[in-house]
């Protein structure tokens, strides 16, 4: 096999901020609002408090590197702390378009957990803190949630072809919540899961 740089990417060195998740350079970047996110948190009422009283804030935020023509991109998420009605600000959470493709989510900084679930309702949970690498089978859904007080900053890697499908979770949820107790976090089953 050659290796022509038309065909192929060439090798590259990208630095990552562990603490803020800037990518340099990056190719790709986007913020969520809390008020993007409303169909995830149970008490809708306390959320549209928070929206207004808080000023709509970026809730996380997602940067990448994405060669072109390879099989692998990667980027991080910075989700910044806080909670609604004590439920634990959340990414939007997942499938993969491409059930055959996972990913993985390398933690830099602060602290969050990992909710997956599988096609037929299995749910786990990984600690996400620094140093811990976690696998996402192909075809888990995945949400991340920021249990911390600090930004929780993770690396993803996952073939670009892998797409996101938004559609089950935003419809039906998903089967656990994580909610903030005095010291940490509890994990509580999802009453309005579809
Ligand atoms: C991540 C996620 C990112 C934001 O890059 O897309 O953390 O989460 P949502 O996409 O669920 O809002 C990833 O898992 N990519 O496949
Ligand atoms: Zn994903």
């Not at 350079?25 to 009422?45: C, I, M, N």
């Not at 900084?109 to 949970?125: F, H, K, P, V």
């Amino acid at each position: 096999m050659s290796t022509d740089p038309v065909s192929t990417p060439l090798p590259a060195g990208i630095e990552i901020n562990s603490v803020t998740g800037a990518v340099h350079p990056a190719t790709g970047h986007y913020v969520k609002r809390l008020s993007e996110l409303r169909a995830l948190f149970q008490d809708k009422d306390a959320f549209d408090i928070a929206v207004q009283e808080r000023d709509d804030p970026v809730t996380y935020e997602v940067v990448e590197y994405r060669p072109d023509r390879s099989d692998l991109f990667f980027g991080t998420t910075t989700m910044y702390p806080g909670h609604v009605g004590g439920e634990f600000y959340m990414t939007r959470g997942h499938f993969h378009e491409r059930r055959d493709m996972g990913e993985v989510y390398y933690t830099q900084s602060g602290l969050g957990i990992l909710l997956l679930e599988s096609r037929d309702g299995i749910s786990r949970i990984i600690e996400m803190k620094p140093g811990v690498c976690a696998f996402i089978p192909p075809d888990w859904a995945h949400r991340s949630v920021n249990t911390g007080s600090e930004p929780l900053v993770f690396v993803w890697v996952c073939n670009p072809n892998a797409g996101h499908d938004y559609g089950d979770i935003l419809k039906r949820g998903m089967r656990k919540r994580i909610i903030k107790t005095k010291d940490g976090f509890n994990i509580i089953d999802n009453i309005t899961y579809a």
